[in-house]
Nanobody
Framework: QARLKESGGGLVQAGGSLRLSCAAS????????MAWYRQAPGNKRDLVAH???????NYADAVKGRFTISRDNDKSSVYLQMNSLKPEDTAVYYC??????????????WGQGTPVTVSS
């Protein structure tokens, strides 16, 4: 069955960088839109960055200019390069896939998350 596995999270000082990876299996990755979300304690899960199957991207205002989402269809992986990290970026980061599943619908899959902590 479909599975997403995030990696690359950790502890970093403010101003530093991290690169998150999400490896997908059990789905048609090349035709799936992918996204990164994050959730801080007590908060809802918010969209961080999105990339379509065609490579178009969009970002939350809070990360625009600092984060870059990319994908490698040969590796069935999506990445989030995070630069100039701020303490407010601290959260668990989740990978999401939207896989086409019919004429008008998609199947939505989530990874388990990888924690990112940015110290001041």
């Amino acid at each position: 069955q479909a599975r997403l596995k995030e990696s690359g999270g950790g502890l970093v000082q403010a101003g530093g960088s991290l690169r998150l990876s999400c490896a997908a299996s059990g789905m048609i990755f090349s035709r799936s839109d992918m996204a990164w979300y994050r959730q801080a304690p007590g908060n809802k899960r918010d969209l961080v960055a999105h990339i379509t199957s065609g490579g178009s991207t969009n970002y939350a205002d809070a990360v625009k200019g600092r984060f870059t989402i990319s994908r490698d269809n040969d590796k069935s992986s999506v990445y989030l390069q995070m630069n100039s990290l701020k303490p407010e970026d601290t959260a668990v980061y989740y990978c999401r896939a939207d896989e086409p599943a019919g004429r008008f619908g998609v199947l939505e899959f989530w990874g388990q998350g990888t924690p990112v902590t940015v110290s001041s």
